[in-house]
């Protein structure tokens, strides 16, 4: 089974500040890797396919890239929606990464 | 619109047993392959079964021979029957839309809790 680790556990950011997230997978998952969003009480949102692919009606501020095992989600400006919850997904096998919480600094 | 809608969440005891049903509407529900995945509170995504287009289903080990998805697409829905419940099964259960590998639609998800 393929592990996706997820780095760092919380990312405390102010607005406007640049978020980086890290997904690290115990073997290659070549770029078959998603990111989701997720806001108390709602589902998780589609953010990023195929690794660095956004998903329909989702801001250019988000952008995925990595290939392999290495994996970053990046918020170039951080709005104040979007502190939430962060899970990537590789597709071979589903399985999640424990997500990185964004809050507010 | 394009949406789903899951339902029969609850209370069970230890050992009993659930039907979840999700409602699909506003695209061509048997294209799709379906999973319904879970998340305990305050906890991550925990992927529960899958059912491809064709019927073929999947589990992982946690809820193999317990837990049993199915579909009917003339009624454009999903089912979970879930039995021998434990506590660690209290979640909540969304079901998702499988587009590439990816899910890309989501239900608000339906609560369980197992406890006596």
């Known amino acids: 089974e393929i592990v996706l680790t997820q780095s760092p556990a919380t990312l405390s950011l102010s607005p406007g500040e640049r978020a980086t997230l890290s997904c690290r997978a115990s073997?290659?998952?070549?770029?078959?890797l998603a990111w989701y969003q997720q806001k108390p009480g709602q589902a998780p949102r589609l953010l990023i396919y195929d690794a660095s692919n956004r998903a329909t009606g989702i801001p250019a501020r988000f952008s995925g890239s990595g290939s392999g095992t290495d994996f970053t989600l990046t918020i170039s400006s951080l709005e104040p929606e979007d502190f939430a919850v962060y899970y990537c997904q590789q597709r071979t096998r589903v399985t999640f990464g424990p997500g990185t919480k964004v809050d507010i600094k | 619109e394009v949406q789903l809608v899951e339902s029969g969440g609850g209370l069970v005891q230890p050992g009993g047993s659930l039907r979840l049903s999700c409602a699909a509407s506003?695209?061509?529900?048997?294209?799709?392959?379906m999973h319904w995945v879970r998340q305990a509170t305050g906890k991550g995504l925990e992927w529960v079964s899958a059912?491809?287009?064709?019927?073929?289903?999947y589990y992982p080990g946690s809820v193999k021979g317990r837990f049993t998805i199915s579909r009917e697409n003339a009624k454009n829905s999903l089912y979970l029957q879930m039995n021998s419940l434990r506590a660690g099964d209290t979640a909540v259960y969304y079901c998702?839309?499988?587009?590439?590998?990816?899910?890309?639609?989501w239900g608000r998800g339906t609560l369980v809790t197992v406890s006596s």
């Open positions: 073997q290659s998952v070549s770029s078959y």
């Open positions: 059912i491809g287009t064709a019927g073929d289903t």
């Open positions: 998702a839309r499988l587009e590439q590998g990816y899910f890309d639609l």
């Open positions: 506003g695209f061509t529900f048997s294209s799709y392959d």
